[in-house]
Protein backbone atom coordinates (compact mmCIF):
# COMPACT_ATOMS: atom_id res chain seq x y z
CA UNK A 1 0.00 0.00 0.00
CA UNK A 2 2.80 2.69 0.79
CA UNK A 3 4.26 1.45 -2.62
CA UNK A 4 0.84 2.39 -4.33
CA UNK A 5 0.49 5.48 -2.65
CA UNK A 6 3.36 6.65 -3.43
CA UNK A 7 3.32 5.76 -7.04
CA UNK A 8 -0.12 7.37 -6.82
CA UNK A 9 1.52 10.31 -5.96
CA UNK A 10 4.03 10.92 -8.61
CA UNK A 11 1.47 10.26 -11.48
CA UNK A 12 -0.30 13.17 -9.98
CA UNK A 13 2.72 14.72 -10.06
CA UNK A 14 3.07 13.96 -14.16
CA UNK A 15 -0.36 14.19 -14.90
CA UNK A 16 -1.46 10.86 -15.17
CA UNK A 17 -3.61 10.38 -12.18
CA UNK A 18 -6.44 12.95 -11.56
CA UNK A 19 -5.32 15.30 -8.74
CA UNK A 20 -9.09 16.02 -7.83
CA UNK A 21 -10.18 11.98 -8.09
CA UNK A 22 -7.01 9.71 -7.02
CA UNK A 23 -9.15 9.04 -3.66
CA UNK A 24 -11.71 6.91 -5.86
CA UNK A 25 -8.48 4.51 -6.57
CA UNK A 26 -8.47 3.65 -2.58
CA UNK A 27 -12.53 3.16 -2.58
CA UNK A 28 -13.30 6.49 -1.71
CA UNK A 29 -16.39 7.34 -3.52
CA UNK A 30 -16.91 10.71 -4.81
CA UNK A 31 -20.64 10.89 -5.09
CA UNK A 32 -23.25 9.72 -3.40
CA UNK A 33 -24.92 6.31 -4.09
CA UNK A 34 -28.52 6.41 -5.42
CA UNK A 35 -31.37 4.91 -4.32
CA UNK A 36 -32.14 2.50 -7.83
CA UNK A 37 -30.35 -0.86 -8.47
CA UNK A 38 -26.69 -0.87 -9.68
CA UNK A 39 -24.81 -2.30 -12.67
CA UNK A 40 -21.39 -2.31 -12.12
CA UNK A 41 -19.15 -2.10 -15.79
CA UNK A 42 -15.73 -2.00 -15.52
CA UNK A 43 -14.09 -1.02 -19.03
CA UNK A 44 -10.20 -0.31 -18.35
CA UNK A 45 -9.63 2.18 -21.21
CA UNK A 46 -11.16 4.19 -24.01
CA UNK A 47 -11.85 1.39 -26.45
CA UNK A 48 -13.17 -0.60 -23.86
CA UNK A 49 -15.76 2.10 -22.78
CA UNK A 50 -17.18 2.53 -26.12
CA UNK A 51 -17.95 -0.86 -26.61
CA UNK A 52 -20.44 -0.56 -23.93
CA UNK A 53 -22.27 1.76 -25.54
CA UNK A 54 -25.06 -0.19 -26.60
CA UNK A 55 -25.26 -1.68 -22.95
CA UNK A 56 -25.51 1.79 -21.16
CA UNK A 57 -28.41 2.83 -23.98
CA UNK A 58 -30.53 -0.40 -23.12
CA UNK A 59 -29.89 -0.28 -19.63
CA UNK A 60 -29.39 3.17 -18.26
CA UNK A 61 -33.54 4.57 -17.82
CA UNK A 62 -34.11 1.60 -15.67
CA UNK A 63 -30.78 1.26 -13.48
CA UNK A 64 -28.04 3.09 -12.25
CA UNK A 65 -25.27 2.22 -14.62
CA UNK A 66 -21.97 2.96 -12.46
CA UNK A 67 -18.68 2.71 -14.59
CA UNK A 68 -15.34 2.35 -13.79
CA UNK A 69 -11.85 2.74 -15.79
CA UNK A 70 -8.44 3.07 -14.87
CA UNK A 71 -7.10 5.79 -17.11
CA UNK A 72 -7.81 9.42 -17.19
CA UNK A 73 -8.43 9.55 -21.08
CA UNK A 74 -11.32 6.87 -20.50
CA UNK A 75 -12.21 8.89 -17.39
CA UNK A 76 -12.26 12.51 -19.67
CA UNK A 77 -14.59 10.67 -22.01
CA UNK A 78 -16.82 9.28 -19.79
CA UNK A 79 -17.77 12.94 -18.64
CA UNK A 80 -17.20 14.59 -22.14
CA UNK A 81 -20.14 11.87 -23.61
CA UNK A 82 -21.85 10.03 -20.96
CA UNK A 83 -22.78 12.16 -17.93
CA UNK A 84 -26.12 12.22 -17.54
CA UNK A 85 -26.59 8.49 -18.52
CA UNK A 86 -23.46 6.88 -16.02
CA UNK A 87 -21.65 7.44 -12.93
CA UNK A 88 -18.38 7.11 -13.75
CA UNK A 89 -15.32 6.25 -10.95
CA UNK A 90 -11.86 5.30 -11.07
CA UNK A 91 -11.66 1.48 -10.35
CA UNK A 92 -9.76 0.87 -6.85
CA UNK A 93 -6.36 -0.59 -7.10
CA UNK A 94 -6.70 -4.25 -6.14
CA UNK A 95 -6.04 -4.02 -2.51
CA UNK A 96 -8.50 -5.85 -0.30
CA UNK A 97 -9.19 -2.87 1.80
CA UNK A 98 -10.16 -0.97 -0.85
CA UNK A 99 -11.92 -3.25 -2.92
CA UNK A 100 -14.10 -4.23 0.29
CA UNK A 101 -14.60 -0.56 0.66
CA UNK A 102 -15.89 -0.06 -2.76
CA UNK A 103 -18.43 -3.10 -3.18
CA UNK A 104 -19.91 -2.16 0.53
CA UNK A 105 -20.60 0.97 -0.54
CA UNK A 106 -22.55 0.37 -4.52
CA UNK A 107 -23.64 -3.07 -3.57
CA UNK A 108 -23.89 -4.05 -7.12
CA UNK A 109 -27.02 -5.71 -8.62
CA UNK A 110 -24.81 -7.31 -11.67
CA UNK A 111 -21.02 -6.62 -12.46
CA UNK A 112 -19.96 -6.81 -16.22
CA UNK A 113 -16.48 -7.53 -16.53
CA UNK A 114 -14.83 -6.19 -19.82
CA UNK A 115 -12.07 -8.03 -21.88
CA UNK A 116 -9.07 -8.81 -19.93
CA UNK A 117 -8.38 -6.26 -17.19
CA UNK A 118 -8.21 -9.55 -14.57
CA UNK A 119 -7.37 -8.35 -10.72
CA UNK A 120 -7.53 -11.00 -8.84
CA UNK A 121 -8.00 -9.27 -5.39
CA UNK A 122 -11.03 -7.90 -6.84
CA UNK A 123 -12.10 -11.09 -8.92
CA UNK A 124 -11.61 -13.30 -5.55
CA UNK A 125 -13.75 -10.65 -3.42
CA UNK A 126 -16.28 -10.86 -5.84
CA UNK A 127 -17.00 -14.15 -5.74
CA UNK A 128 -17.00 -14.38 -2.01
CA UNK A 129 -19.40 -11.58 -2.55
CA UNK A 130 -21.73 -13.95 -4.21
CA UNK A 131 -22.86 -11.20 -6.80
CA UNK A 132 -23.40 -12.62 -10.75
CA UNK A 133 -20.34 -11.24 -12.74
CA UNK A 134 -20.11 -11.93 -16.80
CA UNK A 135 -16.77 -11.59 -18.12
CA UNK A 136 -17.87 -9.62 -21.91
CA UNK A 137 -15.65 -9.52 -24.86
CA UNK A 138 -12.74 -11.56 -23.30
CA UNK A 139 -9.85 -11.72 -25.13
CA UNK A 140 -6.08 -12.92 -24.94
CA UNK A 141 -3.27 -12.35 -26.91
CA UNK A 142 -1.11 -15.18 -28.27
CA UNK A 143 1.93 -13.89 -26.25
CA UNK A 144 -0.53 -13.65 -22.74
CA UNK A 145 -1.85 -17.73 -23.84
CA UNK A 146 1.84 -18.54 -23.91
CA UNK A 147 2.35 -16.81 -20.68
CA UNK A 148 -0.69 -17.86 -19.06
CA UNK A 149 -0.01 -21.66 -20.06
CA UNK A 150 2.82 -21.81 -17.87
CA UNK A 151 0.26 -21.19 -14.78
CA UNK A 152 -2.79 -22.46 -16.32
CA UNK A 153 -4.42 -23.37 -13.07
CA UNK A 154 -3.94 -19.96 -11.34
CA UNK A 155 -5.69 -18.60 -14.83
CA UNK A 156 -8.90 -21.11 -14.70
CA UNK A 157 -9.23 -19.98 -11.30
CA UNK A 158 -9.78 -16.26 -11.96
CA UNK A 159 -11.87 -17.25 -14.79
CA UNK A 160 -13.91 -19.02 -11.69
CA UNK A 161 -15.66 -15.78 -10.76
CA UNK A 162 -17.75 -15.14 -14.08
CA UNK A 163 -20.79 -17.00 -14.15
CA UNK A 164 -20.62 -16.66 -18.18
CA UNK A 165 -17.50 -15.88 -20.33
CA UNK A 166 -18.05 -14.14 -23.79
CA UNK A 167 -15.31 -14.38 -25.95
CA UNK A 168 -14.82 -11.25 -28.44
CA UNK A 169 -13.45 -13.75 -31.38
CA UNK A 170 -13.08 -17.41 -32.51
CA UNK A 171 -9.93 -17.25 -32.27
CA UNK A 172 -9.92 -15.72 -28.25
CA UNK A 173 -12.41 -18.44 -27.90
CA UNK A 174 -10.26 -21.08 -28.50
CA UNK A 175 -7.15 -20.11 -26.48
CA UNK A 176 -9.66 -19.16 -23.28
CA UNK A 177 -10.96 -23.02 -23.45
CA UNK A 178 -7.78 -24.62 -23.33
CA UNK A 179 -6.98 -22.14 -20.38
CA UNK A 180 -10.03 -23.02 -19.07
CA UNK A 181 -13.20 -25.81 -17.03
CA UNK A 182 -15.62 -22.67 -17.71
CA UNK A 183 -17.47 -23.13 -21.14
CA UNK A 184 -16.24 -19.90 -23.20
CA UNK A 185 -19.00 -18.80 -25.84
CA UNK A 186 -19.04 -16.28 -28.61
CA UNK A 187 -21.62 -14.13 -29.95
CA UNK A 188 -19.32 -11.27 -31.74
CA UNK A 189 -17.19 -8.57 -31.03
CA UNK A 190 -18.88 -5.98 -28.50
CA UNK A 191 -16.65 -3.53 -30.38
CA UNK A 192 -18.74 -4.33 -33.43
CA UNK A 193 -22.57 -3.95 -31.72
CA UNK A 194 -22.67 0.08 -31.72
CA UNK A 195 -22.75 -0.21 -35.65
CA UNK A 196 -25.65 1.00 -37.38
CA UNK A 197 -26.40 -1.27 -40.00
CA UNK A 198 -27.40 0.27 -43.78
CA UNK A 199 -26.59 3.83 -41.92
CA UNK A 200 -26.30 6.52 -44.22
CA UNK A 201 -23.24 8.03 -44.89
CA UNK A 202 -22.67 11.09 -47.17
CA UNK A 203 -18.63 10.34 -48.39
CA UNK A 204 -17.13 13.56 -49.07
CA UNK A 205 -14.55 12.57 -51.78
CA UNK A 206 -12.68 14.68 -53.75
CA UNK A 207 -12.33 12.80 -57.01
CA UNK A 208 -9.34 15.43 -58.65
CA UNK A 209 -7.15 13.85 -55.44
CA UNK A 210 -6.35 10.49 -54.10
CA UNK A 211 -6.40 10.95 -50.10
CA UNK A 212 -4.58 8.52 -47.86
CA UNK A 213 -4.74 7.92 -44.39
CA UNK A 214 -2.70 6.17 -42.08
CA UNK A 215 -5.10 5.98 -38.81
CA UNK A 216 -3.83 5.08 -35.39
CA UNK A 217 -0.39 4.44 -36.07
CA UNK A 218 2.09 3.27 -32.90
CA UNK A 219 5.31 4.49 -31.99
CA UNK A 220 7.93 2.88 -34.94
CA UNK A 221 5.24 3.11 -37.50
CA UNK A 222 5.12 6.52 -38.45
CA UNK A 223 9.26 7.00 -38.95
CA UNK A 224 8.37 3.68 -41.68
CA UNK A 225 5.50 6.07 -43.18
CA UNK A 226 7.75 9.19 -42.86
CA UNK A 227 9.81 7.37 -46.13
CA UNK A 228 6.66 6.21 -47.67
CA UNK A 229 5.20 9.43 -47.85
CA UNK A 230 8.60 11.12 -49.25
CA UNK A 231 8.27 8.54 -52.27
CA UNK A 232 4.90 8.70 -52.97
CA UNK A 233 5.45 12.28 -52.98
CA UNK A 234 8.27 12.42 -55.14
CA UNK A 235 6.56 10.38 -57.52
CA UNK A 236 2.57 11.38 -57.71
CA UNK A 237 0.39 14.62 -57.90
CA UNK A 238 -2.28 15.63 -56.67
CA UNK A 239 -2.30 13.10 -53.29
CA UNK A 240 -3.21 14.22 -49.62
CA UNK A 241 -2.02 12.41 -46.34
CA UNK A 242 -3.21 12.12 -42.91
CA UNK A 243 -2.03 10.83 -40.32
CA UNK A 244 -3.31 10.09 -36.90
CA UNK A 245 -1.52 8.71 -33.92
CA UNK A 246 -3.17 5.93 -31.74
CA UNK A 247 -2.18 8.32 -28.96
CA UNK A 248 -2.62 12.12 -30.25
CA UNK A 249 -0.46 13.61 -27.46
CA UNK A 250 2.41 12.42 -29.82
CA UNK A 251 1.49 14.45 -32.74
CA UNK A 252 3.75 17.46 -31.99
CA UNK A 253 6.62 15.75 -31.74
CA UNK A 254 5.79 13.70 -34.95
CA UNK A 255 5.03 16.91 -36.79
CA UNK A 256 8.53 18.02 -35.63
CA UNK A 257 10.43 14.58 -37.36
CA UNK A 258 8.82 15.48 -40.43
CA UNK A 259 9.28 18.64 -40.97
CA UNK A 260 13.19 17.69 -40.17
CA UNK A 261 12.65 15.44 -43.24
CA UNK A 262 11.47 17.85 -45.60
CA UNK A 263 7.61 16.56 -45.41
CA UNK A 264 5.93 20.05 -45.27
CA UNK A 265 2.88 18.99 -42.36
CA UNK A 266 0.49 20.97 -40.17
CA UNK A 267 -1.26 19.92 -36.94
CA UNK A 268 -5.34 19.55 -37.51
CA UNK A 269 -5.98 21.93 -34.65
CA UNK A 270 -3.79 24.63 -36.75
CA UNK A 271 -5.35 23.57 -39.67
CA UNK A 272 -5.61 27.15 -41.55
CA UNK A 273 -4.61 26.64 -44.90
CA UNK A 274 -4.77 23.65 -47.74
CA UNK A 275 -1.41 21.59 -46.44
CA UNK A 276 -1.79 18.06 -48.02
CA UNK A 277 -0.43 16.42 -45.18
CA UNK A 278 -2.25 16.76 -41.83
CA UNK A 279 -0.79 15.72 -38.59
CA UNK A 280 -3.99 15.10 -35.88
CA UNK A 281 -3.81 16.48 -32.81
CA UNK A 282 -7.22 16.28 -31.53
CA UNK A 283 -9.29 13.03 -30.29
CA UNK A 284 -12.23 11.33 -31.69
CA UNK A 285 -12.34 12.46 -34.92
CA UNK A 286 -11.11 9.38 -37.13
CA UNK A 287 -14.61 9.15 -38.40
CA UNK A 288 -14.74 12.44 -40.38
CA UNK A 289 -11.37 11.84 -41.77
CA UNK A 290 -12.53 8.42 -42.83
CA UNK A 291 -15.20 9.86 -44.73
CA UNK A 292 -12.56 12.30 -47.22
CA UNK A 293 -10.16 9.42 -47.60
CA UNK A 294 -9.94 6.77 -50.59
CA UNK A 295 -7.44 4.54 -49.00
CA UNK A 296 -6.88 4.00 -45.17
CA UNK A 297 -4.03 2.13 -43.28
CA UNK A 298 -4.43 0.83 -40.20
CA UNK A 299 -1.72 1.04 -37.68
CA UNK A 300 -0.44 -1.01 -34.72
CA UNK A 301 0.08 -3.70 -37.10
CA UNK A 302 3.51 -3.21 -38.42
CA UNK A 303 4.27 -3.13 -34.80
CA UNK A 304 3.14 -5.99 -32.84
CA UNK A 305 0.02 -3.92 -31.42
CA UNK A 306 -2.75 -6.32 -32.68
CA UNK A 307 -3.94 -4.24 -34.97
CA UNK A 308 -7.05 -1.75 -34.82
CA UNK A 309 -10.98 -2.21 -36.48
CA UNK A 310 -10.90 -2.00 -39.92
CA UNK A 311 -15.37 -2.13 -39.90
CA UNK A 312 -14.94 1.32 -39.04
CA UNK A 313 -13.13 3.06 -42.61
CA UNK A 314 -15.13 0.24 -44.37
CA UNK A 315 -17.98 1.76 -43.48
CA UNK A 316 -17.21 5.12 -45.23
CA UNK A 317 -16.13 3.68 -48.04
CA UNK A 318 -12.29 3.34 -47.75
CA UNK A 319 -10.03 1.10 -49.45
CA UNK A 320 -8.35 -0.67 -45.95
CA UNK A 321 -5.06 -2.01 -45.69
CA UNK A 322 -3.54 -3.48 -42.83
CA UNK A 323 -0.03 -4.98 -41.26
CA UNK A 324 -0.10 -8.86 -40.61
CA UNK A 325 0.21 -8.16 -37.22
CA UNK A 326 -3.78 -7.90 -36.26
CA UNK A 327 -4.26 -10.37 -33.55
CA UNK A 328 -6.68 -8.41 -31.68
CA UNK A 329 -8.92 -8.89 -35.22
CA UNK A 330 -7.56 -11.73 -37.17
CA UNK A 331 -11.21 -13.02 -37.66
CA UNK A 332 -12.91 -10.56 -39.18
CA UNK A 333 -9.80 -9.59 -41.25
CA UNK A 334 -8.93 -13.07 -42.29
CA UNK A 335 -13.07 -12.54 -43.44
CA UNK A 336 -12.20 -9.63 -45.14
CA UNK A 337 -9.09 -10.65 -46.93
CA UNK A 338 -11.27 -13.53 -48.63
CA UNK A 339 -14.06 -11.08 -49.70
CA UNK A 340 -11.23 -8.78 -51.35
CA UNK A 341 -12.34 -6.23 -48.84
CA UNK A 342 -8.59 -5.59 -47.54
CA UNK A 343 -5.39 -6.19 -47.89
CA UNK A 344 -2.74 -7.66 -45.24
CA UNK A 345 0.98 -6.18 -45.77
CA UNK A 346 4.11 -7.29 -43.73
CA UNK A 347 5.86 -4.72 -44.38
CA UNK A 348 6.29 -1.09 -45.75
CA UNK A 349 7.70 -1.76 -48.94
CA UNK A 350 4.71 -3.68 -49.43
CA UNK A 351 2.14 -1.37 -48.56
CA UNK A 352 3.66 1.44 -51.00
CA UNK A 353 3.43 -1.50 -53.84
CA UNK A 354 -0.30 -1.54 -53.05
CA UNK A 355 -0.94 2.26 -52.60
CA UNK A 356 0.90 2.66 -56.14
CA UNK A 357 -1.38 -0.29 -57.47
CA UNK A 358 -4.80 2.01 -56.30
CA UNK A 359 -3.31 5.13 -57.49
CA UNK A 360 -2.53 3.91 -60.93
CA UNK A 361 -5.91 1.62 -61.12
CA UNK A 362 -8.71 3.85 -59.76
CA UNK A 363 -11.17 0.92 -60.88
CA UNK A 364 -9.43 -1.68 -58.59
CA UNK A 365 -9.17 0.76 -56.17
CA UNK A 366 -13.27 1.89 -56.30
CA UNK A 367 -13.73 -2.03 -56.38
CA UNK A 368 -11.85 -2.54 -52.93
CA UNK A 369 -13.65 0.72 -51.68
CA UNK A 370 -17.41 -0.96 -52.65
CA UNK A 371 -16.60 -4.69 -51.19
CA UNK A 372 -15.03 -2.94 -47.70
CA UNK A 373 -18.16 -1.12 -47.70
CA UNK A 374 -20.55 -4.25 -48.26
CA UNK A 375 -18.47 -6.27 -45.70
CA UNK A 376 -19.39 -3.54 -43.32
CA UNK A 377 -22.97 -4.22 -43.79
CA UNK A 378 -22.76 -7.46 -41.89
CA UNK A 379 -23.89 -8.25 -38.63
CA UNK A 380 -21.07 -8.39 -36.04
CA UNK A 381 -23.08 -9.03 -33.04
CA UNK A 382 -25.65 -10.51 -31.67
CA UNK A 383 -27.10 -7.97 -29.26
CA UNK A 384 -30.79 -10.33 -28.37
CA UNK A 385 -28.41 -12.88 -26.92
CA UNK A 386 -26.27 -10.10 -24.62
CA UNK A 387 -29.81 -8.73 -23.84
CA UNK A 388 -31.27 -11.95 -22.59
CA UNK A 389 -28.28 -13.07 -20.77
CA UNK A 390 -27.62 -10.01 -18.60
CA UNK A 391 -31.45 -10.33 -17.82
CA UNK A 392 -32.03 -13.50 -16.53
CA UNK A 393 -28.69 -12.65 -14.17
CA UNK A 394 -30.12 -9.57 -12.90
CA UNK A 395 -33.11 -11.69 -12.18
CA UNK A 396 -31.30 -14.38 -10.43
CA UNK A 397 -29.65 -11.56 -8.08
CA UNK A 398 -32.93 -9.85 -7.87
Known amino acids: MPIILINTYLRIFKNKEDKTRFRERFGKPSVKRPKN ?135 DQQRLQKLSDKKIQYIGNLKLSNIQQNQKINFEKNNSLITIMFASTHVGEENQILILIKNLKNKYKNLKFYLAPRHPERAGDISKLYAQHNIENILESHLNKNQDTVIIDTFGKLPSYFNFSDIVFLGGSLTNNGGHNPIEPAMYNCAVISGNNVFNWQNIYDEMVNENSCYLINNIEKLQEIIEVFINDRKKLNKYKKNASNFANNVFFDKKTLNQVINENLILNA
Open 37 to 171: KVIWIHATSVGEFKSIHTIIEAYHSKYSILVTTTTKSAADYAVKNYTNQIIHQYAPFDVTTWINKFIHYWKPELILWIESDLWPNTLSIIKKSKINCLLLNARISPKSYARWKLIKNYYNELLQTFSIIFAQSIN
